[in-house]
Each structure stands twice: as C-alpha cells, then as structure tokens.
C-alpha cells in the first residue's frame, strides 16, 4: 500500500524561505490555550524553530514515505525555491486537487472545528471569521484563521482521503493543546515513536544527573544524517533524496505494515508489531536493561565457556534487514554536533537565533 501523507504548503513555503532566504531573526507565535479562564492567547516563539521544526519533518517524510501530498491550490507559495522542485520532479510532493471534493470535507471540517474551539474566546472568534469572510471575504482574526480553520480543513482531508497528516509546527501545537489525536493506524508514526523512545531511554541511561548539564538534544535520527552528509543547507533535499533510495526496503516494510493497518488484519498487524517489540527488547539488552526471566544461554570465547543472560536468537536476528536498519537508526549520534552544523549553515551557530533552536530541540533530564 502507498504510504503516503498529507503536508500542509504553510509548511513547505517556512521551509522554502528557510533555505531561499536563511534563518529568521524575528518571532513567530502560536496558539496556547487557557482552560481555566476559557481563553486563549498568542505565545511568541522563535521563527526559526518553526522552520527548523517543518524542515525536519518534511525530511522524515521525504526518506519514510512514498509520497507528500499537498493541496494544489496552495503551492505558489513555495514553488519558487528550486530544491523543492526536486522532490516534485521526483515524484515524492504530489500536489493534489482537494477542493475539486469540496462538500465531502465540509462536514468533517466542521466537527474539527468544534473539537479545536474548546474555549469560549475561541470559538467567539472563530465565529466572527466566519461571519466575516462569508460577508467581505475577509477574517479579523487571520492567524487564528490560518492555525484553527486552515487546520481543521487538513485533518478533513486526512480523514475523508484515509492519510496521514504531518501539520505545520504552529498546528501541530494547538492539536495538542486541544487534545486532538491524529490516527494511530500509520506505520510511520508508530515507527517513529518507537525511535524515539528507545533513544530517549538510550539517553536516560548515560545522563548526567547534573541539573545544570542536563540538556540533550532530543530528535529524530534521519534529520541528523541528513545534516552529517550535506555539506550547506543547499545540499540538504537532494541528500534527502539520496538516503530515500537507501532505505528502499524499511519504505517497503513500512507499505505492508500499513495495509495490514488499513485491513484491520489481527493476524498481520501482530507479525509487524513483534518485530518492532524485536527491536525494543533488542536494545534494552544493548543499553544493560535485561529482563530478569530472561533465558541463560552458553557462549563460547576460546577455551571458554560463559553463562549469559538475554535472547540470542532474538538478537542474530536484530542483525539483518529491517531490524538492523531500525536499530542503526535508533543508536545512530544523538545529534547534538549535528544541530550545531546545521546550525552553521546559517551562520546562527553563536547567535541568539542558535540558542533558541537549540533549546528547542533539548530536553532537561532533571
């Protein structure tokens, strides 16, 4: 099955000026949400994270999925940078008419309308974009419009076109704030999160209790190879493009256990769920975390004969194929000097814009 997903062009138009223009200086905001007073109010954050943020995703997408889809409506608003065209030309961004279904993704848009609008303030402001662009085809509240309706619109068409969504950073925050859920029947995100974890608990396990040295960059892998292989930021889509074909069979992995996904095949979706808890209980043993009950075995080392704890067979296989290549991932550099690299490419690696991304992408062990 096509393992493909739905981007959002505000996305790729951060990450065309990213690369066009370098990193932003200024502040960008987002939504947070205040329960308690039933509001909500705009947070500043670094511009350059967001591009940073939608970079990095776009990269996981370009390597792990067959296709980005992107409404076609939307696309000037990055089709001017060349290296995205590369990844048009190569068939991964594949611009796509939505709105030619217009009355299918008006319903489910509405109800994640409803669902986003979980303070009063906002909902009272959603409404008064409606009522504004219907009469003058203007929103007075246009950032809301953009985040909260433009959203909505994209979870629709995740939902009425069965995909996968990667939001925009600024989106991404306000689903969560809200408490929206994106399906979990994509082999992609489970993989990731697996990563993830397993790397998060690789960096528990060597941190430094220090409070004060407790920041560690916390990211996905491909983003960080990605960067170890370029050398500027101009290289970075067509390196993309390049590790893509190299992790042609995971892809292909990632397709069947998709449509076991789609299927709702017990059987199937549990042949592809145990080679992912192969690869969890792989490295707990590499990183020390052995189950007690584990089985002894034998090994020989010369003339010796040595009692061992763990799951030889479990851990032969570990080494060949999918196995191998996800474990790679998850034990691959942390990706602390990489940012930094990364960070060169713009000349921001000493600088106040540097600082903020690096913040961003770290995570406090105390």
Same mark, same amino acid.
């Given at each position: 099955?096509?393992?493909?997903? @739905?981007?959002?062009?505000?996305?790729?138009?951060?990450?065309?000026?990213?690369?066009?223009?370098?990193?932003?200086?200024?502040?960008?905001?987002?939504?947070?949400?205040?329960?308690?007073?039933? $509001?909500?109010?705009?947070?500043?954050?670094?511009?350059?994270? @967001?591009?940073?943020?939608?970079?990095?995703?776009?990269?996981?997408?370009?390597?792990?999925?067959?296709?980005?889809?992107? /409404?076609?409506?939307?696309?000037?608003?990055?089709?001017?940078?060349?290296?995205? &065209?590369?990844?048009?030309?190569?068939?991964?961004?594949?611009?796509?008419?939505?709105? @030619? /279904?217009?009355?299918?993704?008006?319903?489910?848009?509405?109800?994640?309308? /409803?669902?986003?609008?979980?303070? $009063?303030?906002?909902?009272?402001?959603h409404?008064?974009?409606? @009522?504004?662009?219907?009469?003058?085809?203007?929103?007075?509240? #246009?950032?809301?419009?953009?985040?909260?309706?433009?959203?909505?619109?994209?979870?629709?068409?995740?939902?009425?076109?069965?995909?996968?969504?990667?939001?925009?950073? %600024?989106?991404?925050?306000?689903?969560?704030?809200?408490?929206?859920?994106?399906?979990?029947? =994509?082999? %992609?995100?489970?993989?990731?999160?697996?990563?993830?974890?397993?790397?998060?608990?690789?960096s528990?396990?060597?941190? #430094?209790? =220090?409070?004060?040295?407790?920041?560690?960059?916390?990211?996905l892998?491909?983003?960080?190879?990605?960067?170890?292989? !370029?050398? $500027?930021?101009?290289?970075m889509? $067509? *390196?993309?493009?390049?590790?893509?074909?190299?992790y042609?069979?995971?892809?292909?992995?990632?397709?069947?256990?998709?449509?076991?996904?789609s &299927?709702?095949?017990?059987?199937?979706?549990?042949?592809?769920?145990?080679?992912?808890?192969?690869?969890?209980?792989?490295?707990? !043993?590499?990183?020390?975390?052995? &189950? !007690?009950?584990?089985?002894?075995?034998?090994? !020989?080392?010369?003339?010796?004969? *040595?009692?061992?704890?763990?799951?030889?067979? #479990?851990?032969?296989?570990?080494?060949?194929?999918?196995?191998?290549? *996800?474990?790679?991932?998850?034990?691959?550099?942390?990706?602390?000097?990489?940012?930094?690299?990364?960070?060169?490419?713009?000349?921001?690696?000493?600088?106040? %814009?540097?600082?903020? *991304?690096l913040?961003?992408?770290?995570?406090?062990?105390?």
């Open positions: 099955m096509s393992q493909s997903v @739905i981007s959002d062009n505000w996305s790729l138009q951060n990450i065309s000026e990213l690369l066009l223009n370098g990193m932003e200086d200024g502040e960008g905001q987002y939504i947070k949400i205040d329960r308690e007073n039933d $509001s909500y109010e705009y947070k500043k954050i670094s511009e350059a994270v @967001i591009q940073t943020e939608a970079l990095f995703d776009f990269i996981t997408d370009i390597i792990l999925r067959d296709q980005i889809i992107v /409404d076609e409506k939307f696309t000037q608003a990055w089709k001017q940078y060349s290296s995205l &065209d590369k990844a048009v030309n190569a068939g991964v961004i594949n611009p796509f008419p939505f709105l @030619i /279904d217009y009355e299918k993704l008006t319903e489910p848009r509405n109800e994640f309308v /409803d669902r986003l609008c979980v303070t $009063s303030e906002l909902r009272t402001h409404e008064e974009n409606s @009522i504004g662009w219907e009469k003058y085809k203007n929103t007075p509240h #246009n950032y809301l419009s953009q985040t909260l309706w433009g959203g909505a619109g994209m979870l629709a068409r995740g939902f009425v076109y069965e995909k996968g969504y990667t939001p925009h950073p %600024v989106r991404k925050r306000l689903f969560l704030a809200a408490g929206i859920t994106l399906p979990s029947e =994509d082999a %992609v995100i489970q993989l990731n999160n697996v990563i993830t974890e397993k790397r998060a608990k690789m528990s396990v060597n941190i #430094n209790h =220090d409070e004060l040295h407790s920041l560690t960059i916390n990211m892998p491909l983003p960080i190879q990605v960067i170890q292989e !370029s050398n $500027s930021a101009d290289e889509i $067509s *390196v993309a493009l390049q590790l893509r074909d190299e042609q069979e995971l892809r292909n992995w990632l397709g069947c256990y998709q449509q076991a996904l &299927d709702g095949s017990y059987k199937d979706i549990l042949k592809f769920k145990k080679i992912l808890l192969s690869i969890s209980q792989y490295i707990d !043993s590499k990183i020390g975390i052995i &189950d !007690s009950n584990s089985p002894t075995f034998t090994a !020989s080392i010369g003339v010796l004969k *040595v009692a061992l704890k763990g799951q030889p067979v #479990n851990a032969l296989k570990n080494q060949f194929g999918v196995r191998s290549m *996800v474990n790679n991932l998850i034990v691959s550099r942390t990706g602390n000097s990489d940012l930094k690299k990364f960070l060169n490419f713009f000349g921001q690696k000493k600088t106040t %814009v540097g600082l903020n *991304v913040e961003n992408f770290a995570k406090s062990s105390a």
